[in-house]
């Protein structure tokens, strides 16, 4: 099993910056890859970000040139680098791990607010 925790969450306002991390634990070998999502009130989830265990990364168009996302392997964590940042990315962001059994691991999330 993995679990994740997210961090780094907050207020601030638009065309500020946040860095979101998530602290994987347990069975970290297990993981093809990391996902960041996000889901604001009323929509539906939606891929944010995703690193690959090979490193290779992709994004929603929506958040290109924006957003980064990146890992330290070392301190078993992906980031979210989040800048210029708009209203509508408000939201609840959580990460989730794709594992090698085909399981979904989901962190509990953490929102993100960004007034205009």
């Known amino acids: 099993q993995v679990q994740l925790v997210e961090s780094g969450g907050g207020l601030v306002q638009a065309g500020g910056s946040l860095r979101l991390s998530c602290i994987a634990s347990g069975s970290i070998l297990s993981i093809n890859a990391i996902r960041w999502n996000r889901q604001a009130p009323g929509k539906r989830r939606e891929l944010v970000a995703v690193?690959?265990?090979?490193?290779?990364?992709n994004y929603a168009d929506s958040v290109k040139g924006r957003f980064t996302i990146s890992r330290d392997n070392a301190k078993n964590t992906v980031y979210l680098q989040m800048s210029g940042l708009k209203p509508e990315d408000t939201a609840a962001y959580y990460c989730?791990?794709?594992?090698?059994?085909?399981?979904?691991?989901w962190g509990q999330g953490t929102q993100v607010t960004v007034s205009s």
């Open positions: 989730s791990a794709e594992l090698r059994n085909g399981i979904m691991a």
């Open positions: 690193i690959t265990s090979g490193g290779s990364t």
